[in-house]
Every structure is written in structure tokens, then in C-alpha cells.
């Protein structure tokens, strides 16, 4: 039992880091969007992405994925993934930033309650305090209120549930397949539908672009490739508490690189998040020594 414990901390760091480079990836694609469509930019994102994939797996990897029993879960989760991302970004257009960022919050909420029921874990006392002192950093972050019904709102709504259930059936094929093998299979799918619109709206990249392109596949890559691992090493809830630094990492790297100042409120919600995952952190370390001493009994 010494193990399950003790991995949860390593994933815990991987599942920061993988969210700090998701953050200046998505910081890097708001400039982007200013002179090239959505569209194509994941497009690049997601062809630089496979083609690292087939890099380093190379004829294992193509065979893995030939051979591997789980093409629907696998292929599934792309699709999970690509939609929730669609349904955020159309409402991205019509709600503002703080509704939108405290609706697509409920996320990890979803799938701390998803992991119980098809996953079976067991989420603990701390984990749920942890998860609702993160939530609760968010809502004073984002000071949403005033939040109304309209389409906007369930597609947000629906992009969290999708996001929710995405990251539940990650932590279920991580158990059998490598994340080179999800990472794969998943931006297949994305190059699949951006690749027709890229054709369809295609705009030339300059020298610089296409550099910039490049090093959103890199951040990209990276990135889920930390993800996929963490999943592999700490539970759902715990990687659903994690979720919560990616708030925590937009607003810094929005200060420091788009000089957008923090309201009082945006620095006092972030610390509650910080709190949050101290705290946790502290917890699993209790619950890996507690592990450790019952393995040595």
C-alpha cells in the first residue's frame, strides 16, 4: 500500500506544472487569435504535437494504437475533449470572463463526484475541503455574480460536465495505455475536424507566426504529457483540486505579460487557492507517512 501514497505528491507537482504550461500556452494562442483563426491554430498545435508523438513511439507506438482494446474510450475522449472545448469558447463570446471562468470551475467538482461513481475512490474528508476552498477562491476571484439562465450558461455548464467526465476516463485508460498513446489518439481527433476548417479558412502564417506556432505545439505537448502522468500517479479528486492552479497561473502570467492588474479581490481569491492546495498537500503527506508506517508494521 506504501506506493499508492506516496505517488499522489508526484502527481500532485506534475499536475501544477502541467498546468503552468498550459497557461502559457493559452496565453501564447490570445496572441495568436489576434491574426490567425482558432482553427488553425490548434490545427498546428496538434499536427506538432502527433508528430512528436510519432518521434519518440515511433513503429511501437503506431503499433500500440493498432493493437490496443480501448480505440473507442481512446478515440471517445477526443472527441469529449474537442466539444467541451467548442461549447467553452462559443460561450466565451457572449458571458464575461468572471461568469465564464466560475461556470467552466465546476469542473473539477464534476469530477470529484464522477470519480466516486465510475471509479470507485474514495475521497476523503480533506480532499473535499480542499476542493471547496479552491471553489470558493474562485468565486471571490471571479465575483460572478449576477449569473443568469441562456445558452451561453449550458454551454459552459456543458463544457465543465464534458471536462469533468474527460479527465475520469483519462485516469481510466491511463491504468492500461502509455499518455504517449492518449496523446496521440486524442490530437488525431482534433487534427481530423481542424484540418477541414484550417483548408477552409486558411491564412499564411509570417516567419514568426509560424515559430510561435511551434512552441504552442511544444508548451501543448508538454503539458498533456504531465497531465496524462499525474493521472496516472494521484486520484481524480485530487487532480480535480490541482485544476483550480490553472486560475491561479492565468492570472500571473496575465499581470506579467499582458500588464493586466488584479483587482484586490482577484489577489485575495488566489491566495484561497493557494491555501487550498498547501493544505492538501500537507494531507497527503499525513496519508503517505500513514502508508509508510503501516507498510513497515
Not at 502527481?11 to 482553427?39: E, Q
Not at 465564464?100 to 473535499?128: D, M
Not at 465575483?143 to 454551454?155: E, H, R
Amino acid at each position: 500500500m506504501s506506493g499508492a501514497g506516496e505517488r499522489v505528491l508526484p502527481g500532485i507537482l506534475l499536475g501544477v506544472l502541467a498546468y503552468s504550461l498550459f497557461s502559457m500556452h493559452d496565453a501564447t494562442n490570445k496572441y495568436l487569435v489576434a491574426f490567425l483563426p482558432v482553427w488553425q491554430v490548434l490545427f498546428f498545435r496538434s499536427l506538432t504535437i502527433v508528430a512528436a508523438c510519432l518521434a519518440i513511439g515511433r513503429g511501437r507506438l503506431l503499433a500500440a494504437a493498432v493493437a490496443t482494446p480501448l480505440k473507442l474510450p481512446l478515440l471517445g475522449r477526443g472527441v469529449l475533449t474537442l466539444t467541451a472545448w467548442l461549447c467553452y469558447y462559443t460561450a466565451a463570446r457572449s458571458l464575461p470572463l468572471a461568469q465564464l471562468l466560475t461556470l467552466y470551475f465546476s469542473a473539477p467538482i464534476i469530477t470529484t463526484v464522477l470519480a466516486i461513481r465510475l471509479l470507485g475512490e474514495h475521497v476523503t474528508r480533506a480532499r473535499w475541503i480542499s476542493l471547496g476552498i479552491a471553489f470558493g477562491g474562485v468565486l471571490l476571484a471571479s465575483d460572478p455574480f449576477g449569473v443568469k439562465l441562456s445558452l451561453a450558461t449550458l454551454l459552459v455548464l456543458a463544457a465543465a460536465c464534458l471536462w469533468g467526465y474527460a479527465i475520469v476516463l483519462m485516469r481510466q485508460i491511463a491504468r492500461r495505455e502509455s499518455s504517449l498513446l492518449q496523446m496521440l489518439y486524442q490530437n488525431v481527433c482534433f487534427i481530423a475536424v481542424t484540418g477541414v476548417l484550417t483548408a477552409v479558412n486558411w491564412v499564411a502564417p509570417t516567419p514568426a507566426q509560424m515559430l510561435l506556432l511551434a512552441g504552442v505545439g511544444v508548451l501543448g505537448g508538454l503539458g498533456q504529457y504531465m497531465l496524462f502522468e499525474a493521472a496516472r500517479m494521484a486520484p481524480a479528486a485530487v487532480m480535480a483540486t490541482v485544476e483550480y492552479s490553472a486560475l491561479l497561473w492565468a492570472f500571473v502570467l496575465g499581470w506579467l505579460v499582458f500588464g493586466e492588474i488584479p483587482l484586490p479581490a482577484v489577489w485575495a481569491g488566489a491566495g484561497l487557492i493557494c491555501v487550498a492546495g498547501l493544505y492538501m498537500v500537507v494531507m497527503e503527506r499525513r496519508t503517505a507517512r500513514g502508508y509508510a508506517s503501516g507498510a513497515n508494521d
